[in-house]
């Protein structure tokens, strides 16, 4: 008898451990670790940007790169930064950066003031890594889950398509005027409770080609794409086949006349 | 003519950076920049405790930290962890969770996954270290421009407070009434537009002694501490005299018959 129930117990287990082991769990998990990083860490850069701010007024940095490094290296006496170093930390604009330290109106922090601001932007580097780290991970394990999706556009976008639909299944049983919605949810209930304009798309807005549409074909744009995505996700899902290609040769077509479309 | 503008210039910049190179200036930065960087790493500890509970999601890491470091030191496979081991990286409930280990239902992620969780513990004890670093910087600039003030209430409430005020000078010259709902103005903006509750408080609901308070006494409580902050305040930014003391007697008196308060 207690073997039994262990035995149960024992399958019962394997098949939770299966569940969450595969890569499509992690690659959800991993996108939406990957927007909060990316939203995180740009606070942090516009709290050292603003505190900076103070000792540097007149520097725009082109990057929240650049801007740390900058602090890290030259914050606690920013005029003693020669230009061949301002290249080698911040790269173009050096120049521009080196004569304005000449004339900018900033004081120097003290020294645990410069010590602090210097910490931030330490943890503005470290995130910056976590970040790609992140990046790097989602490549290789979301291009391995969904090739055909993928393959027709930017895997983070796929990631996050398939975060919000909860799992590669869900989203290849999905109609593909639900994939063309999903992440315009609160909009789509706004309109139903409201009346507002409907969404004509969710997160598919991040697509460069709806990014640069005009803006009323912005819509129909996305509609195409995710009629294309909705087929390849059940490529990824069940049959496995590669049929992207053709996929993307459809969409390619569609998107030259997109006044027919 | 061009040396008067010049010198005229000279002396609008040295204004310039006097004004905004005072530790004032930087204490309001530090407490907004601790606040910020409070908030990142709890988001931050929220999304790698998601992640990693699927592999080990009976534990309940007693604090950011020893998830985070339970993460790098056992994370790509728990099984190794010695109860010795457990016990430097996590402290107290190392045995609990060292039976826990072998009980778990989860599984290990693969290397690539894991070398991704493992940074995002990186990234959370790196936060924690800026955490620690703007903190220890606030407790001695706040003391020294609020000794005041920080003898009555904890140095980073106090911080709070100068910086909802904007400057040393404008808490000094608020009335008792605006100290107390500093950090209120949402609430009372609601009180006034639609007649909802007024607000008691606004930051100094953070004080101990208002958080252990009767729900009755807090509002109470609050405007004694308000009272007693705005004297302090004009000490520190005004006659810049010692008077503290006195008014924590006072103070302490009072806290002992809050109903004749």
Redesign the interface.
């Known amino acids: 008898m207690f073997e039994k129930r262990q035995r149960l117990m024992d399958v019962a ?1 394997a098949s ?2 299966n569940k ?2 595969g ?1 499509e ?2 690659v959800m ?2 996108i ?2 990957y927007l ?2 990316e939203k ?1 860490r740009n ?2 850069f516009e ?2 940007e ?2 900076y701010s ?1 000792y540097f007024p007149e520097f725009r940095p082109a990057s929240p790169t650049s801007l740390a490094r900058f602090v890290i290296e030259f914050g606690s006496d920013k005029k003693r930064a020669g230009s061949d170093e301002l290249r080698k930390v911040i790269g173009e604009g050096a120049d521009k950066v080196h004569s304005m330290i000449k004339e900018s ?3 120097e ?2 020294v ?2 410069y ?2 601001i210097k ?2 932007a ?2 503005e580097l ?2 910056l ?2 970040e790609k ?2 990046d790097s ?1 989602l490549e ?2 979301a291009k391995r889950i969904m090739p055909n999706i993928t393959y027709l556009i930017d895997y983070k976008i796929a990631a996050e398509l398939l975060a919000k639909a909860g799992s590669m299944q869900k989203l290849a049983m999905m109609p593909a005027s639900t994939v063309q919605l999903l992440g315009a949810e609160k909009a789509l209930f706004k309109h139903i409770k409201f009346g507002t304009k409907p969404p004509k798309y969710g997160i598919l807005y991040k697509l460069p080609q709806v990014v640069s549409a005009q803006k009323k074909q912005k819509g129909k744009i996305a509609r195409m794409y995710a009629n294309k995505i909705s087929i390849a996700a059940k490529a990824d899902a069940f049959s496995k086949n590669f049929i992207a290609e053709r996929l993307k040769a459809d969409l390619d077509r569609a998107m030259k006349k997109p006044k027919k479309g």
Chains 1, 2 share one sequence.
Request: aromatic fraction near 6%; charged fraction near 25%.
């Open positions: 287990r939770l451990s969450y082991a890569e769990h992690a998990q991993a939406s670790s909060e990083v995180v606070q942090i709290r050292l603003e505190w103070i109106i900033g004081g922090p003290g645990e003031e010590s602090t910490s931030m330490e943890g470290s995130l890594e976590v780290k992140i991970y290789g394990s």
